[in-house]
């Protein structure tokens, strides 16, 4: 893969991963992801903080064979079948918590897996599957800045030629969508959005300030989806630089699907196909769908 560094750190990024369909599909956001994964130097691990592992600890999956999870309802049996072999990498959960003490984390040998917010991606990233994948779950019973501190803790991995990533999306309000706003977003979402990019690029720990934001409560109903860029967000700060946009969007009126990559040499082409739609389930509330 080509060299996309800035020096000898791995780069970075936080992912708005939508639908699960993204995994089947190809658009926009789908190409962006591929163009990203393509750019960077291969990494010897990946470590995602995706939004579907919201648990009350923090902890790391530690099993040498992490299942596909399947974690979603309603959707095409072929979504279903997809698989992601990717190996695990045990050793990590040591590494890891040895880096951010004394904040606690504990070694999953057999609870998670790989979740549909990281697949979903990756299946695009890296279709290979033949870079070990690790996830960290997000501590429910922590507030905004414990995220963000333990984001910046993580930094001596990307000197190790691990890449981070978190998944999840920075507005994402299931009971606000609307099918006939398919590629539009409603404009306390677009607020909210806008304003986030703003913190991203100039001061990203900023972005740990916007539950303060006149349209949070609409934008962020729960915080599982918008603390995987806290972990970004907190990367940048050690690192002492804003972020750049990788591809932005919106679905169905109350999701963004805004990309962030930290320590990119340079922006990554704009993606060739047009398109940004992504399919839901006709006949599953998308509130039970668990996207």
Not at 10 to 32: C, D, K, Q, V, W
Not at 257 to 270: E, F, V, W
């Amino acid at each position: 893969m080509a060299d996309g560094t800035s020096g000898a750190l791995m780069p970075a990024a936080f992912i708005g991963h939508g639908s699960p369909m993204n995994a089947l599909e190809t658009n926009r956001y789908t190409e962006s992801w591929h163009a990203f994964g393509e750019s960077v130097p291969k990494p010897t691990a990946i470590l995602v903080v995706s939004a579907h592992w919201y648990i009350n600890a923090t902890a790391v999956t530690a099993m040498p064979r992490p299942r596909t999870i399947h974690d979603f309802y309603g959707f095409p049996q072929a979504l279903f079948d997809v698989e992601y072999p990717a190996p695990g990498m045990p050793e990590m959960a040591k590494e890891i918590s040895d880096i951010v003490e004394p904040t606690w984390v504990g070694a999953d040998l057999d609870s998670w897996g790989i979740d549909h917010g990281t697949w979903s991606v990756l299946v695009h990233a890296f279709p290979q599957a033949d870079i070990p994948v690790v996830q960290l779950s997000i501590n429910a019973d922590k507030g905004l800045d414990y995220h963000l501190e333990l984001g910046a803790k993580l930094a001596p991995l990307r000197e190790r030629g691990v890449l981070i990533v978190g998944s999840g999306n920075v507005v994402h309000n299931l009971g606000g969508m609307n099918p006939r706003l398919a590629e539009d977003g409603y404009d306390w979402a677009q607020r909210f959005d806008e304003e986030a990019k703003a913190r991203m690029a100039d001061d990203p720990t900023e972005v740990a300030r916007l539950d303060g934001h006149q349209d949070y409560r609409l934008a962020v109903p729960t915080p599982d989806h918008f603390l995987p860029l806290l972990y970004l967000a907190g990367l940048a700060g050690a690192a002492r630089t804003g972020t750049d946009v990788l591809i932005d969007g919106y679905a169905y009126g109350s999701l963004s699907m805004t990309a962030y990559t930290l320590g990119m040499d340079s922006p990554l082409p704009a993606p060739a196909n047009g398109s940004s739609t992504m399919s839901l389930p006709a006949d599953v509330p998308i509130d039970d769908t668990n996207i």
